[in-house]
């Protein structure tokens, strides 16, 4: 998401080796320049930032820490405008926000997604609005999305106009005592009054506590400066940046915020509904600079993981106990935390495999494929107790799950080197051991 940036501020930290080095300094700073300019970053937000971080590092002594504190302090600043973050509930139920963007920026679905944000990982009853009338087979696209994540959704076949729509939703919302209230809206390809017209008398009848501005961070200074006219127009409360799993560049999200001085709220990693990140300036800048986002990650694995569950699940890993059903069980979990490149990235040091695993994706991995085949031809006593595999009981699976004797004691012999690897990994000295695994694994090139 972040690997042009990342890879960029590594580059320009490394050139400074000695301490007093001004012609370093020089050198990183251009080298810095070039790269922001090369990730879409506006000019002037990057003289601003070179500027900042030149004068911090003379002030304090140049050398390799005092600029690494400098580029922090100043992408933290630059990130960081007046505004909530995250997502602020109203005083009194529900809270009303309204959704708005360009047709074609993934505003519909960064619908569904924070729908299901909300729902899952804060527990909240969320009510959808499909107020989006004009484009055809919007109302369609919302139902299908809402039925995929279980979030309620409201429509009105009979009408054509939004403002009857959003009325009647307000009255239902509270009726049936919903948490908050998400409001889909139209979307043109391009910026017109006939857009701004609509959007006005929406926000007149639905009175909401914020709008949300859907940005395509594909589509680079274009995101800035439409999101700068829907704020003059209409007004708006913060930014949801789509598409940013396909943006290595990541140089608009450098941008939007301290240009048009509006908040960035969330930001879309990636196609599957888990794919939503909460846009906190502390957590993002230290992902810019290759820390990862640990606080994240524990709050992405809290919403997915029950708390028993996994210490049940600690206890058996330590006996070596751990089998098929909890095996397919995890897998289940790992699905509902969205995409891999999206959590590698989360974890210290290993953003440089995130990009490798773009492409990785749990549903539909055959390799898991075929291990879901082989669980599903097993006994309940076989799932539960891998060792009763004997080759008689092994000529039966591989009949009833199509693969042959050699790939399923391949599949067999992996299960159980994992098995194996997680009671190590379990023990005091296990993450001390994981992370200089990690460390070594980074380098290597992941299979296909």
Request: with cysteine.
């Amino acid at each position: 998401m972040f690997d042009t940036l990342t890879e960029s501020f590594t580059s320009a930290i490394r050139k400074i080796r000695f301490h007093d080095d001004e012609k370093a300094l020089t050198k990183a700073l251009g080298e810095l320049k070039k790269a922001l300019l090369k990730a879409d970053v506006n000019h002037k937000v990057v003289k601003e930032l070179i500027d900042s971080v030149e004068i911090q590092t003379k002030q304090n002594g140049v050398g390799k820490d005092q600029f690494l504190d400098a580029l922090r302090k100043s992408l933290y600043a630059l990130l960081d405008v007046k505004g909530k973050s995250g997502f602020v509930y109203a005083p009194v139920a529900p809270t009303v926000i309204l959704m708005t963007g360009l047709q074609g920026s993934g505003k519909t679905t960064t619908t569904g997604k924070l729908a299901n944000w909300l729902k899952t990982r804060q527990k909240k009853r969320v009510l959808v609005v499909a107020a989006d009338l004009q484009r055809l087979a919007a109302v369609e696209q919302l139902r299908q999305v809402c039925g995929a994540i279980d979030v309620e959704l409201y429509a009105d076949d009979a009408t054509k106009n939004p403002v009857e729509v959003v009325k009647a939703a307000l009255e239902h919302a509270k009726k049936v005592l919903v948490d908050v209230v998400l409001i889909d809206t139209a979307g043109r390809l391009a910026i017109d009054d006939e857009l701004m017209g609509e959007l006005a008398e929406v926000k007149a009848v639905a009175n909401p506590h914020e709008i949300f501005y859907v940005a395509d961070s594909l589509s680079g200074q274009d995101a800035v400066r439409t999101a700068a006219t829907f704020n003059e127009k209409i007004g708006i409360d913060g930014v949801i940046l789509t598409k940013y799993d396909g943006d290595s560049k990541g140089g608009v999200a450098l941008g939007i915020a301290s240009q048009i001085q509006v908040p960035l709220r969330f930001i879309g990693a990636g196609e599957k509904m888990e794919d939503l990140e909460i846009f906190l300036p502390d957590r993002i800048v230290n992902r810019l600079m290759g820390l990862g986002d640990i606080e994240g990650l524990a709050e992405r694995t809290a919403s997915v993981i029950d708390e028993k569950k996994a210490k049940a699940l600690t206890k058996k890993i330590k006996k070596g106990e751990f089998n098929f059903n909890d095996f397919l069980e995890q897998m289940e979990s790992l699905k509902k935390m969205g995409s891999m490149k999206s959590i590698m990235g989360m974890i210290p040091g290993m953003g440089g495999m995130a990009s490798a695993l773009k492409d990785f994706d749990l549903e539909n991995s055959t390799q898991l494929k075929q291990i879901k085949a082989l669980v599903s031809s097993m006994t309940v006593k076989e799932r539960e107790d891998p060792e009763l595999l004997n080759n008689s009981r092994k000529a039966r699976l591989a009949k009833g799950c199509g693969l042959d004797i050699i790939e399923v004691n391949r599949i067999l012999k992996q299960f159980k080197n994992a098995s194996k690897m997680a009671k190590r990994f379990s023990g005091k000295q296990g993450m001390k051991d994981l992370q200089s695994m990690m460390g070594q694994m980074q380098g290597a090139r992941l299979p296909r």
